[in-house]
């Protein structure tokens, strides 16, 4: 019953009027403005498309196949721009059903070598659907990493010169259901899986960490490859935005790097963090700050650009990571923040004073200026209790 079901949703919406751009979403140049992103956002987060789940979550895939068709990328499988997703009914496999689509185009490399090489750029469009007649927009989560996505490949497919590696841009579905979009492409890759060089995921782009780290964008996953952790040293970010650097083991698995790390892939994750409105009805689009998702976009454009045409390609790290300090000052920071501005992030008093003697412990170590690695698995366990109880 669930495989019928599925195919009836999914084809009800292949057999409905395709998805038209309109508007700032149909313009197409060089530029990352506030305007195409607000629109992209507004246009994904609108009732239209039910809130991007089951015809919904289809109807979003198409927009962003009309996307990739206007700038004229090439489809990222061998028949088109769409990868279904297959699901395996009471672990019987003679009964296959489709619950979604994972969506890629392509800008092949101009190096007649290195185009064997890729780098995938992704982000998920999918998100809760509609529950007890309540619809959840998810604007930030994630119609702003979707909206990144369609102008960082817009930049790079009308600029005159494309990168020596071919970048490839995802859009996942059914992230939230498990990450099965990602597993999925992960063990059913288009190409050649070790040929790809690095992974770059986004989710949630548009907002603040608890409300209180307004300039922030969090990068997780340079402990993975040395050659990552410098080129962020040697990206700067855009003016009015500061990134907090953290290894991904401090929030476990949050979205689709997950089935690439497990692989060996090394990778990148961009989020500004969980907020009161984080898989709510509230998370909506007049609530995203434009000016920062610009910054990033223009960041992230800069960071996959280096990836596509250094010499110097990330290699895998197997050792675990090592200290850092700049974790602790990132940490530190969200703490010391919300601490200061419970009018942005209200807590109780039995959390004011959990919190209290994790930041004392983490100015401590600040101003010793030196990490032990006892004190990082302090810090990881510590990380991801916050995000369970506090954030």
Same mark, same amino acid.
């Given at each position: 019953?669930?495989?019928? @079901?599925?195919?009836?949703?999914?084809? !009800?919406? $292949?057999?409905?009027?395709?998805?038209?751009?309109?508007?700032?979403?149909? *313009?197409?140049? &060089?530029?990352?403005?506030?305007?195409?992103?607000?629109?992209?956002?507004?246009?994904?987060?609108?009732e239209e498309f039910l809130g991007r789940r089951g015809p919904g979550a289809a109807r979003a895939g198409q927009y962003v196949t009309a996307a990739f068709e206007r700038v004229r990328l090439q489809p990222g499988f061998a028949d088109g721009f769409y990868q279904p997703i297959p699901w395996l009914v009471d672990g019987d496999s003679q009964r296959r059903g489709f619950v979604g689509r994972n969506v890629a185009a392509v800008l092949p490399g =101009?190096?007649?070598?290195? +185009?064997? *090489?890729?780098? /995938? $750029?992704?982000?998920?469009?999918?998100?809760?659907?509609?529950?007890?007649?309540?619809?959840?927009?998810?604007?930030?989560?994630?119609?702003?990493?979707?909206?990144?996505?369609?102008?960082?490949?817009?930049?790079?497919?009308?600029?005159?010169?494309?990168?020596?590696?071919?970048?490839?841009?995802?859009?996942?579905?059914?992230?939230?259901?498990?990450?099965?979009?990602?597993?999925?492409?992960?063990?059913?890759?288009? +190409?050649?899986?070790?040929?790809?060089?690095?992974?770059?995921?986004?989710?949630?782009?548009?907002?603040?960490?608890?409300?209180?780290?307004?300039?922030?964008?969090?990068?997780?996953?340079? *402990?993975?490859?040395?050659?990552?952790?410098?080129?962020?040293?040697?990206?700067?970010?855009? &003016?009015?935005?500061?990134?907090?650097?953290?290894?991904?083991?401090?929030?476990?698995? =949050?979205?689709?790097?997950?089935?690439?790390?497990?692989?060996?892939?090394?990778?990148?994750?961009?989020?500004?963090?969980?907020?009161?409105?984080?898989? +709510?009805?509230?998370?909506?689009?007049?609530?995203?700050?434009?000016?920062?998702?610009?910054? /990033?976009?223009?960041?992230?454009?800069? $960071?996959?650009?280096?990836?596509?045409?250094?010499?110097?390609?990330?290699?895998?790290?197997?050792?675990?990571?090592?200290?850092? @300090?700049?974790?602790?000052?990132?940490?530190?920071? $969200? /703490?010391?923040?919300? !601490?200061?501005?419970?009018?942005?992030?209200?807590?109780?008093?039995?959390?004011?004073?959990?919190? =209290? &003697?994790?930041?004392?412990?983490?100015?401590?170590?600040?101003? +010793?200026?030196?990490?032990?690695?006892?004190?990082?698995?302090?810090?990881?366990?510590?990380?991801?209790?916050?995000?369970?109880?506090?954030?």
């Amino acid at each position: 019953m669930a495989s019928l @079901l599925t195919g009836a949703w999914l084809a !009800l919406t $292949l057999t409905a009027e395709p998805v038209a751009l309109n508007g700032a979403e149909a *313009e197409v140049s &060089e530029d990352i403005r506030v305007e195409e992103l607000k629109a992209h956002v507004y246009r994904l987060a609108s009732e239209e498309f039910l809130g991007r789940r089951g015809p919904g979550a289809a109807r979003a895939g198409q927009y962003v196949t009309a996307a990739f068709e206007r700038v004229r990328l090439q489809p990222g499988f061998a028949d088109g721009f769409y990868q279904p997703i297959p699901w395996l009914v009471d672990g019987d496999s003679q009964r296959r059903g489709f619950v979604g689509r994972n969506v890629a185009a392509v800008l092949p490399g =101009r190096d007649p070598v290195l +185009r064997q *090489e890729w780098i /995938i $750029l992704s982000a998920h469009h999918d998100h809760l659907g509609r529950d007890r007649g309540q619809l959840f927009p998810g604007a930030d989560d994630n119609a702003s990493a979707v909206a990144m996505l369609l102008e960082v490949a817009e930049r790079f497919a009308v600029r005159r010169e494309a990168p020596r590696r071919s970048v490839m841009f995802v859009s996942f579905d059914l992230e939230e259901a498990g990450l099965q979009g990602s597993t999925h492409f992960a063990t059913h890759p288009p +190409r050649d899986f070790r040929k790809l060089r690095a992974f770059l995921t986004a989710d949630m782009l548009g907002r603040s960490m608890a409300n209180v780290m307004d300039e922030y964008v969090f990068v997780l996953g340079s *402990e993975t490859a040395p050659q990552l952790r410098r080129l962020l040293e040697r990206t700067p970010a855009p &003016e009015g935005l500061s990134v907090g650097r953290l290894g991904a083991d401090l929030v476990g698995t =949050r979205s689709d790097y997950g089935p690439f790390r497990d692989r060996r892939v090394p990778f990148l994750f961009f989020s500004t963090g969980q907020h009161p409105d984080y898989h +709510r009805p509230t998370d909506l689009p007049d609530r995203l700050d434009y000016d920062k998702l610009r910054r /990033i976009s223009l960041w992230i454009f800069d $960071l996959t650009e280096r990836l596509a045409n250094d010499a110097d390609v990330p290699v895998w790290r197997s050792e675990a990571p090592s200290p850092d @300090l700049e974790e602790v000052r990132t940490v530190h920071c $969200l /703490i010391a923040r919300t !601490l200061a501005r419970p009018d942005r992030y209200p807590i109780t008093a039995r959390q004011r004073q959990q919190l =209290r &003697e994790v930041e004392d412990k983490l100015a401590a170590i600040l101003a +010793r200026g030196q990490v032990t690695t006892e004190e990082r698995h302090w810090l990881v366990w510590t990380s991801r209790w916050l995000l369970a109880t506090v954030y």
